[in-house]
């Protein structure tokens, strides 16, 4: 018998033996808890934001086409190296030349080579400052795939209202849009009270080198920033948890782990199998971590938060399961244990690599599974480690760190009240056109995560509106980003701005 038909007898058995009364009291609890749960986080308050400058959508589409034509391909080590310097100094000299308010009013500082720090100075040297932050480089596209794209991934063609090519989600979207609303905004008179950086690393994709040394500069100055935003997620369209239009700001991101499994046996010919060689060892070792996945915490912020801020646009049984937990928690984590949703909830296993014999007829003596973890903030690196150890041991397999190490832990959470958070909530609704906002868990890295040490404050979040469809185009065909999205963006940074600007 499986652990939810233990489960459902348990609870079956218990209504009866408690007779009419107790099933009375049971719906009771359980309609109680549904209608009064949910909404958003406490502390989040109204902001009426300030009008934003005058700005193009048009002219940002096309700046961004022209960014993407610079090939600031970055490679994982052991790949083809790319030029070292001539893509990235090409884009700096575009940057200089296309926002010339930018580069005339605010200080440049060159971080690790090509990372670039902008301070716009405030007038109230008492005011904690804030970062917008976004990334110059981009992925490979991979090999063979070239006749599928739309558009060119290096042409920034301009097509039926969107702009094609790599950057356009990941992520020099978001650069384009914050020099153009800097720009429009020192064209329109304003002078911050509140000191602005904007933060433009160079190597996100394969390291965040840039970005670490960008905040270990700050930090060494002593900076504390009052708000931190990176890329991480979107106002979606089609929102898996309720179907309709949905803002999602990161509060945290996943941390990344990867280990290595081994299993050792004498190998031979392989006209005389054994019954458990090396192979069969570490199979069953690879089903078992699939099959006991790490816990899922439903109780506390990130997950706690985002399923109680979107309760109030979720279905009557949705919000019901959520909201009796204490009932049916194993049929949310049942529902939610696949794709997207399992990767908010829990720490994921994925097996990625596999190596074995050398030849068809050869048993190996030494077989191998390389298995990366990414690690939610409810558990830490150790946690991970003992998990991995405890399940895949018990088929004699050996578990060890990779080569490399342990990449990072999971980030600190943010708070989904205050100010800041206020402050953007409010954006994101007006991007989504009134849509509901809710708190999310990243569940890639950023160059966010190494924000932690200059900030409390530290969101992931690009004010546009964006379908689950396109959200494929991160590292894969067609990335694409439409023209009225750039709009958006552009306006949405320039808000921000002026929003954090009082004290």
Known sequence: MSALAVWEAVLIKRV????????????????VRTFTYGGAPEGVVAVDLPPPPEVSAAQAAERLSQSIRFETVTYQSGDPAPDAAGPWLDLHAWMEATYPRVHASLSLEKIADYSLLYKWQGSDAALAPIILMAHQDVVPVNDGTLSDWTGAPFAGEIIDGYVYGRGALDDKSSMVA???????????????????????????????????????????????????????????EDSPITGGPMGFIGVAEKGYITLELTASAVGGHSSRPPRNSANVQL???????????MKADFTKPPVSDLLAAAAPDMGFGQRMALANLWLFGPLVDKQMSDGVANAMIRTTTAPTMLEGSIKENVLPQRATAIVNFRIHPNDTPDDVIAHAKTVAG???????????????????????????????????SRAGEGASVVPGLVIGATDARFASKISDHVYRFVPSLVSLEDTAGFHGTNERMSVANMGRMTEGYAQLILAMDAP
């Open 16 to 31: 009866l033996l408690g007779g009419l009364a107790g099933l009375v009291l049971l719906i009771v609890v359980i309609l």
């Open 178 to 236: 914050i020099l153009e609303a800097g720009e429009a905004l020192l064209a329109s008179g304003f002078a911050p009270q509140r000191t602005v950086y904007f933060m433009f690393g160079h190597d996100e994709e394969v390291s965040g080198a840039g970005a670490e040394g960008m905040v270990d500069l700050l930090a060494s100055r002593g900076v504390r920033a009052d708000l931190v935003l990176d890329e991480g997620f979107f106002v979606i």
């Open 283 to 293: 199979a069953r070792a690879i089903v078992a971590l699939d099959e006991n996945q």
């Open 394 to 428: 018990a088929f004699d397999v050996e578990v060890a760190l990779s080569e490399g190490g342990i990449g990072s832990a999971a980030s600190p959470v943010s708070p989904s009240d205050g100010r800041a958070y206020s402050v953007l909530t409010a954006v994101a």
